[in-house]
């Protein structure tokens, strides 16, 4: 039995972190998150690269063009939405998380989903570092693991498929 598995080891990965700036009260503790998280696992910061962008619904082509660009060997997703008493919130998560997995999915390199869909905004702050953990530093772990894992899957004979 062959098992393989990725690491979370940082050192020389480059990485693009998109954070929306909508709840961004919420948002800068996720982007504080993953950047302490990727500097602790040995990412020199010259090798994160942040993005902003309005809101979650445009996070997805931020990531596609970062993953697309070839600076990046990762692409992490970050935002906050928040359920209110309309529909847009269903709207603005569902199209956020097809349009991230779509870019991840035609870049052939991880593009991670680290948005925090909650019904209330103390779920929010509970998951952007207080009670829940934090969501950023969960998607940049598993950012470094993916990447990790992607190059220990071509360096055993596994063909890195093209977009």
Same mark, same amino acid.
């Given at each position: 039995?062959? @098992?393989?598995?990725?690491?979370?080891?940082? %050192?020389?990965? !480059?990485?693009?972190? @998109?954070?929306?700036?909508?709840? +961004?009260?919420?948002?800068?503790q996720?982007?504080d998150?993953? @950047?302490?998280?990727?500097?602790?696992?040995?990412? =020199? +910061?010259?090798?994160?690269?942040?993005?902003? $962008?309005p809101?979650?619904? %445009?996070? *997805?082509?931020?990531?596609?063009?970062?993953?697309?660009?070839?600076?990046?060997?990762?692409?992490?997703?970050?935002? =906050? @939405?928040?359920?209110?008493? /309309? *529909?847009?919130?269903?709207?603005?998560?569902?199209e956020?998380?097809?349009?991230?997995?779509?870019?991840?999915?035609?870049?052939?390199? *991880?593009?991670?989903?680290?948005?925090? #869909?909650?019904?209330?905004? %103390?779920?929010?702050?509970?998951?952007?570092?207080?009670?829940?953990?934090?969501?950023?530093? +969960? &998607?940049?772990? /598993?950012?470094?693991?993916? $990447?990790?894992?992607? !190059? +220990?899957?071509? &360096?055993?004979? #596994? %063909?890195?498929?093209?977009?």
């Open positions: 039995m062959k @098992v393989i598995k990725g690491n979370l080891k940082a %050192e020389g990965i !480059r990485f693009s972190i @998109v954070c929306s700036r909508f709840n +961004e009260f919420v948002t800068q996720l982007l998150g993953a @950047v302490d998280i990727l500097l602790r696992h040995g990412a =020199a +910061e010259k090798d994160i690269k942040i993005v902003w $962008v809101g979650a619904f %445009e996070v *997805p082509y931020a990531a596609k063009k970062l993953a697309d660009g070839g600076g990046s060997d990762a692409v992490i997703c970050l935002g =906050a @939405v928040v359920r209110g008493d /309309t *529909p847009h919130f269903d709207y603005i998560a569902s956020s998380a097809k349009g991230i997995a779509q870019a991840s999915l035609s870049s052939g390199i *991880p593009v991670i989903y680290g948005i925090i #869909t909650a019904d209330t905004m %103390e779920q929010a702050v509970e998951r952007s570092g207080s009670k829940a953990g934090n969501k950023g530093r +969960e &998607s940049a772990m /598993t950012a470094m693991e993916m $990447v990790n894992l992607y !190059r +220990e899957l071509d &360096s055993n004979g #596994t %063909e890195k498929k093209s977009a």
